[in-house]
């Protein structure tokens, strides 16, 4: 044994339980020929510091094991060396076992090797495989991992399933959406530099939520490291078609860079204290007579003034994009045990843009048409600015070794600035043979504080049993101040003029047609949502007592989540839908819309008589305001046991009572009586049958037994067959329920919540046969089936562009999955063939996920369509959604003795649905986008690197059709652009 009294090293390790892999709590660690050594905490871990350099023999003991000693264990100076150990209980051995020192894993391997003893089916990625990626947040990172889209690259959707039906969870606690009108967590809002790993988990089991079809996330985040770091990070990004360019964008505020609005898109005072005031805003529709209502249409247009009176998005040259990240951490004793901490600081700026998109509305008028008949074409302008910044502080604490209480707190704050211009031609029946332009802006703030105290306690005088708890309390605030949308038509001098605005000189005919369109409209929207999330667990193994691997669990958990959402209207209103072509002072006006809002806004006498060519108008906010909480309380018991040595069963109950409940701010019998009348429509209820509703019947109150059941085959040491069958249920979103509506900017469509929704029930049934050949590496095969019962859809909308949730009687979903990661230097020697040692550092994954849903369409006007159509007609189609297949294929090289990394990954989806189309007129889909990236990461010296990215190389258009006799017609077309990027990285240890 070689030693150096001058440096020391460390010693990290695991010691699990050969059959079962569970943690063998307070197992004696020694280094022999020291008097260095330790005792395992509650997972199994160990730690001993300050061991002199040199190689050692590592002896392990624990009662009821058989002495294991690690031979040549070398201790490095200022190094942290790493060991496993699975030990076999006495029974099972005969003779001691010597092993020898395994090497540091990887990440990406250590995940496999727990997916491997994992009870329920189950895939991640950890930190270091997103780091090769060069994912910049969650949302990039998921879309690795197999059957998982993430769609505009914040809501998750697994095995092509989304919102209700997939689950989002931080360090496995529930989280609360930052978006109204989705459940799912905006994934973007969660740096790569904060992630330790993500698992996605698709079957079932008792002790996990059981409002999951698609499957459930776990985001984990870092936590304290071994020994001090600090790291710096700096990333600067050029997109080729954005950088450097003008984009439309919404007006910009001089703290947009910190993702807050500065205070200048609030609604006026003037206006606040008006609505406050007892007479409110005055009504200009009812101001005619100038000796009555002089005065307060002088006061009316005091108020409409008050406002900004830009509402067109202004041109803006986009800079580069920035991102900036700082992280450190260190451990300590104190009293003898470990106490760490995390703190980590991350920002991103990042600008997206087109100028050359399409934009369609097209509809089918007859049976008989050869054609699609076109409403809108539209040349199509967007641009975004996005802020992303965030912190995460994690301390931990383990007391007397079998005690760990933890605290985490995060902080993410994120906005969107939105602008949107459309050119084009209107021959809608409103308004035929027209020429149409809208602006839309948006900015759009959210932040989210959670905060996390959790704590593992092992229990060795009672049988090694295992306690944890955590309680979780997350603050949402979404913000959407002065949310603006102007459009109008116009006459034009040709139809080849339309694109180009050119109205017809002699007789414009400018108007803002409230009969076709959404009038000039300002929004400002505010949601809080908070939720409170208590659980606890409790492990006992009862090997010891039964004579054989017995391990039951029971635990309970208690979610309540509260969300206050708030809307306010105010849209502009003239005395005629056509712009008047003289002024608000008389004079001869030329319609500008830069000026409308300058010369239009004011007050005229015609004699008697007022006129106001145009003035602001105030809807009452309880018609767009809601309140709504949800609460699920579960208790659940299971059992993990083996009935042969080489057959494990996990299987138990899940008791689930959920209560969802939303209201509107008016609750008034009239607006009482209106939702009776649709709680009639949607029963097929007769109108002279009187229903005894309150707005206490709004929502879900439902008591669900679940029960599970996984099992898992060891056909060897390296694979398995897992069989699973699990009844989850997928409750409709808040904002599903709330009995209120919204407009959509973007797309147009009004959407209609759903008070009487009822709850989906899904049974889910699974089988995957795995294969672990060597360590990182897997090849598997699963198919899976879902027969869900009361799969919420939203139907088909009206001619008047309104749509709603509806519950359809039953749907199917069957889908296989298909995955290998393989090095290449052993794939060529399992064909007998000997191969460079070079090819040792390349690893290549590939995934595949094919789908088939069917879903009956629901009752209303989309089925009656169908009948009238073609009464033999399949009253089936797929979800919205739903794609037919996911691909992801990567390869990577990797020298770790020159620091050099490369990673290619190619992604692309199957054509899918994402909007059900009136009538008879054909759905729009959006179609395949194969998405490659290159990454490139090298070490420069000792504690520097860089990483070079190009992603969306191919820089494929986003593409949505209608299809009719086989052609194509373009609802929306454009491209994103391809972007690069270079990052530097110091690292002070």
């Known amino acids: 044994m070689e030693l150096s009294s001058q440096q020391t090293g460390s010693l990290k390790g695991t010691v699990l339980d050969k059959e079962n892999g569970d943690a063998l709590i307070s197992a004696t660690v020694f280094v022999r020929g020291t008097q260095k050594g330790a005792n395992t905490k509650f997972d199994g871990t160990f730690l001993i510091k300050d061991i002199p350099v040199g190689t050692y023999d590592i002896e392990i003991s624990y009662v009821g094991y058989k002495k294991y000693e690690i031979k040549g264990v070398t201790i490095s100076s200022n190094k942290m060396n790493s060991i496993e150990v699975q030990m076999l209980s006495d029974v099972a051995l005969t003779d001691e076992v010597v092993v020898t020192a395994k090497a540091v894993k990887e990440t990406g391997a250590a995940l496999l090797k727990d997916r491997q003893k994992a009870a329920a089916f189950s895939d991640a990625i950890g930190a270091s495989e997103i780091a090769k990626s060069g994912g910049s947040d969650a949302g990039d990172a998921i879309k690795k991992i197999t059957g998982a889209t993430v769609v505009g690259g914040k809501h998750l959707m697994v095995r092509g399933l989304g919102n209700r039906y997939s689950k989002t969870q931080l360090n496995g606690a529930a989280m609360p959406s930052a978006d109204p009108d989705q459940r799912s967590v905006h994934l973007d809002m969660f740096g790569s530099n904060m992630i330790e790993n993500i698992t996605t988990v698709k079957t079932a089991t008792p002790d996990r939520p059981g409002d999951f079809t698609g499957g459930a996330v776990d985001i984990k985040t870092k936590s304290y490291p071994d020994k001090y770091f600090t790291s710096v990070s700096l990333t600067s990004g050029y997109n080729a078609q954005v950088t450097g360019n003008d984009m439309v964008i919404g007006k910009r505020g001089s703290t947009d860079w910190l993702g807050m609005d500065d205070g200048n898109r609030a609604v006026p005072q003037a206006i606040t204290n008006a609505i406050n005031s007892e007479s409110g805003i005055p009504n200009g529709k009812s101001l005619f007579r100038v000796k009555d209502h002089l005065a307060q249409a002088n006061q009316l247009i005091d108020l409409t003034n008050s406002f900004d009176k830009s509402m067109a998005p202004t041109s803006y040259s986009a800079p580069s994009n920035q991102s900036f990240s700082l992280s450190t951490g260190n451990q300590y004793e104190i009293f003898d045990s470990p106490f760490g901490f995390l703190a980590s600081l991350s920002y991103d700026q990042s600008y997206s843009s087109y100028t050359n998109g399409e934009f369609g509305r097209y509809r089918l008028t007859g049976m008989g048409n050869d054609s699609l008949f076109p409403d809108y074409i539209a040349r199509d302008s967007k641009g975004t600015q996005s802020v992303h910044w965030g912190g995460l502080f994690n301390l931990a604490y383990t007391m007397f070794k079998y005690h760990e209480i933890g ?126 999330n208590y659980t606890a667990n409790l492990e006992i193994p009862l090997k010891s007592v039964v004579d054989f691997d017995l391990t039951v669990k029971t635990g309970t958990s208690i979610l309540r989540t509260e969300r206050d959402f708030n809307e306010r209207w105010f849209v502009y209103q003239t005395t005629s839908n056509q712009i008047q072509s003289t002024d608000a002072a008389g004079y001869p006006y030329q319609f500008d819309p830069e000026t409308l809002f300058d010369k239009m806004i004011g007050v005229r006498t015609n004699g008697n008589f007022i006129d106001m060519p145009m003035f602001i108008s105030y809807t009452d906010p309880n018609a767009f305001s809601y309140k709504a909480t949800m609460d699920v309380n579960a208790f659940y018991a299971m059992a993990d046991f083996k009935v042969f040595d080489f057959i494990r069963l996990i299987g138990g109950v899940r008791l689930e009572s959920s209560k969802l409940n939303a209201v509107p701010y008016d609750k008034s019998d009239q607006k009482l009586s209106t939702y009776k009348s649709e709680y009639k429509a949607i029963n097929n209820i007769d109108d002279s049958v009187n229903v005894d509703i309150t707005f206490a019947d709004f929502g879900i109150d439902k008591n669900d037994l679940l029960p599970s059941l996984n099992s898992v085959i060891e056909l060897s040491k390296s694979s398995n067959i897992r069989l699973a069958y699990s009844k989850t249920i997928a409750r409709p979103n808040l904002r599903e329920i709330a009995p209120y509506s919204s407009f959509d900017f973007v797309g147009g469509f009004i959407y209609l919540g759903n008070p009487f929704l009822k709850r989906s029930l899904i049974d889910n049934y699974d089988f995957r046969l795995e294969w672990f050949p060597n360590v990182g590496e897997i090849l598997a095969a699963s198919i899976f089936y879902k027969d869900i019962e ?200």
């Open 407 to 532: 605290f985490n707190f995060m902080y993410n704050q994120a906005a969107d600035n939105f602008g949107r211009s459309q050119t084009g031609y209107y021959n809608g029946s409103a308004i035929p043979d027209r020429g149409f332009q809208s602006y839309t802006s948006k900015f759009t703030e959210r932040n989210l504080f959670t905060y996390q105290l959790h704590g593992k306690h092992a229990i060795p005088a009672f049988l090694n049993a295992k306690l944890d708890w955590q309680v979780s309390i997350s603050d949402n605030q979404m913000l959407e101040p002065d949310a603006r949308f102007f459009a109008y038509d116009y006459n034009p001098n040709s139809e080849s003029d339309v694109m180009r605005l050119a109205p017809d000189a002699t007789n414009p005919e400018y108007t803002v047609n409230r009969s076709a369109y959404t009038e000039p409209s300002r929004i400002f929207r505010r949601m809080n949502e908070n939720a409170y």
């Open 790 to 989: 009361n799969p919420i859809e939203l139907n088909q909308p009206t001619v008047n562009d309104q749509v709603r949730y509806q519950n359809s009687k039953r749907g199917t979903i069957l889908g296989a999955e298909f995955e290998f990661r393989k090095n290449l230097l052993k794939t060529i020697s399992m064909f007998g063939l000997e191969a460079p040692d070079w090819t040792e550092r390349f690893t290549y994954s590939f995934n595949l996920t094919l789908t088939h849903s069917e879903v009956e369409i629901p009752d209303g006007r989309e089925k009656t369509n169908f009948i009238e159509t073609d009464p033999d007609a399949k009253l089936t189609r797929e979800f919205l959604g739903q794609s037919p297949y996911v691909v992801n294929f990567d390869i990577a090289y990797s020298n770790q003795e020159i620091g050099t990394d490369l990673s290619m990954n190619f992604n692309v989806f199957g054509r899918r649905l994402t909007t059900v189309m009136f009538g008879i007129t054909p759905d729009v889909y959006e179609n395949p986008r194969p998405d490659l990236n290159l990454i490139y990461s090298q070490r420069i010296y000792k504690n520097w690197s860089m990483k070079i990215a190009a992603k969306n190389i191919l820089d494929s258009y986003t593409l949505f059709t209608q299809n009719y006799n086989g052609t194509d017609y373009n609802s929306q077309r454009y491209q994103l652009g391809r972007q690069f990027s270079l990052n530097l990285n110091y690292r002070f240890e």
